[in-house]
């Protein structure tokens, strides 16, 4: 009797461990968002202020690993339309003024704009159809923003970038052709935009830059 009475305890333990292995079998977290499942109205505007400060930097000081480490800062550099204050500051744009370009030269704005352009990527590959006039501006301003790379590096990873983790070392494509890809991409962007119907959604507020002004 007391055998059966544990065959039996040892029974229904079995079965109520077998119940909670299926409800706590859970991978991906319900408080989280998979960002392939984000629509681009939700993206848009964070793609375009983000990647945006690799040009102005941020003076916010929200980021300030790219504050002083953007593109216009190296372009009125490079012109010499700034000009550091040595009154206030000992050695001002050493690396700038001498010239000395070494592997980190400016190297937060590129990994700023790498890492920020693959979110215009990721809007473009949104699965629905009902995005065109989403699709189309991050066509265009992937287009923008890398050809500020490509005129300033020359060869860049452009066929192979974007992917994540499924490619962290892409390789360099030559410049020409990611000029022909950029003029390419540009041309389906505006493709996009003036194929969009009645089922595409419409964009407003989320456009941070024209508001929805698709003209």
């Not at 991906?28 to 629509?39: G, H, L």
């Not at 983000?50 to 930097?57: N, Q, V």
């Not at 809007?123 to 989403?134: A, L, M, V």
């Not at 360099?172 to 505006?190: A, F, P, T």
Request: overall charge negative.
């Amino acid at each position: 009797m007391k055998r059966n009475k544990i065959f039996l305890f040892a029974l229904a333990m079995a079965g109520i461990f077998s119940s909670c292995s299926d409800w706590l079998d859970v991978n991906e977290s319900p408080n989280a968002a998979q960002y392939s499942e984000i629509p681009p109205n939700l993206t848009l505007s964070a793609a375009q202020t983000m990647t945006f400060r690799s040009i102005t930097g941020d003076n916010q000081n929200f980021e300030t690993s790219i504050r002083t480490d953007n593109f216009n800062q190296l372009g009125n550099l490079m012109m010499n339309s700034w000009a550091g204050n040595v009154n206030s500051v000992t050695n001002p744009y050493n690396e700038e003024y001498r010239s000395l370009i070494t592997s980190s030269f400016y190297g937060k704005a590129w990994d700023w704009t790498y890492r920020n352009v693959a979110n215009f990527q990721k809007i473009t590959e949104y699965s629905s159809q009902d995005f065109d006039n989403h699709k189309g501006i991050a066509k265009i301003l992937k287009s923008f923003y890398m050809q500020y790379m490509v005129d300033l590096y020359g060869d860049v990873p452009y066929s192979e970038a974007f992917k994540g983790q499924a490619n962290l070392y892409p390789t360099y494509d030559d410049d020409k052709e990611v000029y022909k890809g950029l003029l390419n991409e540009l041309n389906e962007g505006i493709a996009l935009i003036e194929g969009a119907d009645a089922n595409d959604e419409t964009v407003g507020t989320e456009d941070a830059m024209l508001n929805g002004d698709m003209d």
